[in-house]
C-alpha cells in the first residue's frame, strides 16, 4: 500500500469510526445514565492514553514550565473533556441528526472565537457563511418534530452546541497561547484529568448500582467510545494532519454528517425530515464558505 493510500485509508476510517460514536453512545445511553457513562468513557479512555503520554514524556527533552502545565490543564479539561461531557449529556436527550449536524458547525465557532480574539479577521465572504451556518442552526430548532421518546429537544440540541462551542474555544485558545504540547499529552490531561475529576460520581454509582444489570452491548459501546472515538481517532486524525493539509482533511469531516445520518436511519430507525436536510446543507455550505475563501 503507498502511502497516499495509506493516508486516506485512515482518514476514511477515522471519518466512519467518528461517525460509528453517535450510534454507540445512543445504543449504550439506552442503558447506562449519561453521568455514568462519562466515568467509564473517562477512565477506560485515560488508561488507554497512559503508554503513549508515557512516551512522549520520554521523549522530551525540555522541563514543563508552570505556564506550560496551566495551558494544557485548560486545554484538556475544557476542550477535551468538557467537550464530551457535553456530548454525552446532550445527545441523552436528542437525536443523531440534529447531533451531527451541529457539531458540524465547529469551523464556524472557531472563525468566531479567532475574530474575537483579534487573530483573524471576518471578511464578506466569511460572515455570509457565518450567516448561512446560524441560519441552519435556527432552522434546525424552528422545525424540530414533535416531541418523542427518542426525538430532539433543545436541551438536547444546547447539549451538544455547547460541547461544539467548548472544543471551537480550546482550539482558538491553542492558537493564541501556542502551547507546543502534542496531542498526546493535551488529550491524556483531558482524558485522566476528566476520570479524576468524575471520580465522586463514580464513587456514587458503586454503592446504588448493580453494574451486572448492563448488557454486553453496552459496555461495548463505552469502550469503543474510549478505544475508538476518544483515543484511535485523535492519533489517526494528528497523524493524518502531518502528511496532508488541514484543508484537505477538512474535506473529510463534511462527510461526517451524511455518514452519521445514514447510520442513524439504517440502524437506530431516525426519520430524515426536510428541514434537517435543508438545515445540515446550509451549514456545510457556511463551513466550505469560511473555509475554502479569504
Given at each position: 500500500m503507498n502511502q497516499a493510500v495509506q493516508i486516506y485509508f485512515f482518514a476514511a476510517l477515522m471519518v466512519l469510526l467518528w461517525s460509528g460514536n453517535y450510534i454507540i453512545a445512543k445504543v449504550a445511553l439506552r442503558e447506562f445514565p449519561p453521568l455514568l457513562l462519562l466515568v467509564f468513557r473517562s477512565l477506560f479512555s485515560?488508561?488507554?492514553?497512559?503508554?503513549?503520554?508515557v512516551k512522549e514524556l520520554r521523549k522530551r527533552t525540555t522541563r514543563f514550565t508552570t505556564r506550560d502545565i496551566l495551558i494544557y490543564t485548560v486545554i484538556g479539561i475544557f476542550g477535551v473533556f468538557g467537550n464530551q461531557c457535553f456530548f454525552v449529556l446532550g445527545i441523552s436527550r436528542t437525536n443523531v441528526t440534529h447531533s451531527s449536524v451541529i457539531i458540524a458547525t465547529g469551523p464556524i465557532w472557531v472563525l468566531l472565537f479567532t475574530w474575537l480574539m483579534g487573530m483573524e479577521k471576518i471578511t464578506r465572504i466569511k460572515l455570509a457563511g457565518l450567516s448561512l451556518s446560524i441560519t441552519g442552526v435556527i432552522i434546525l430548532q424552528l422545525f424540530r418534530a414533535a416531541p418523542s421518546a427518542n426525538g430532539p429537544t433543545l436541551a438536547g440540541d444546547a447539549g451538544i452546541l455547547m460541547a461544539a462551542l467548548l472544543f471551537a474555544a480550546m482550539t482558538a485558545f491553542s492558537k493564541r497561547y501556542n502551547p507546543g504540547a502534542s496531542s498526546i499529552i493535551v488529550n491524556s490531561i483531558g482524558y485522566i484529568g476528566g476520570a479524576i475529576l468524575f471520580l465522586p460520581v463514580g464513587a456514587w454509582y458503586w454503592g446504588r448500582t448493580d453494574f451486572h444489570q448492563f448488557s454486553a452491548a453496552a459496555w461495548g459501546g463505552v469502550f469503543y467510545m474510549a478505544a475508538f472515538s476518544s483515543v484511535a481517532c485523535y492519533l489517526i486524525y494528528y497523524w493524518v494532519l502531518e502528511r496532508i493539509s488541514a484543508s484537505?482533511?477538512?474535506?473529510?469531516?463534511y462527510l461526517q454528517?451524511?455518514?452519521?445520518?445514514?447510520?442513524a436511519v439504517y440502524a437506530l430507525g431516525e426519520q430524515l425530515t426536510v428541514p434537517a436536510i435543508v438545515s445540515g446543507l446550509a451549514?456545510?455550505?457556511?463551513v466550505v464558505l469560511t473555509e475554502r475563501f479569504e
Open positions: 485515560g488508561l488507554l492514553m497512559l503508554p503513549f503520554l484537505r482533511i477538512a474535506a473529510f469531516s454528517p451524511f455518514c452519521a445520518t445514514l447510520m451549514i456545510l455550505a457556511g
